[in-house]
């Protein structure tokens, strides 16, 4: 038993940390709002840049088409 007693104290240790992250804290959920609110911002800019570069190349295309 003294040998498996290392074992049965991860093991038990193991779940009682696993229960004890089952519920989410205040400091936790703020964090997680914000990622969120971060990923959101990155998927925008990343839209905007599209945007920007596709009228760029409009551009691009007019001014060649006006100096031919």
Known sequence: MIRNAPALALILFAAVFAYGCEKKGPAE????????????????????NEKIQDAAEDMREKIEEASE
């Open 29 to 48: 959920k703020a964090g997680e709002k914000i990622d969120d609110t971060m990923s959101e911002a990155l998927e925008k800019a990343e839209e905007t």
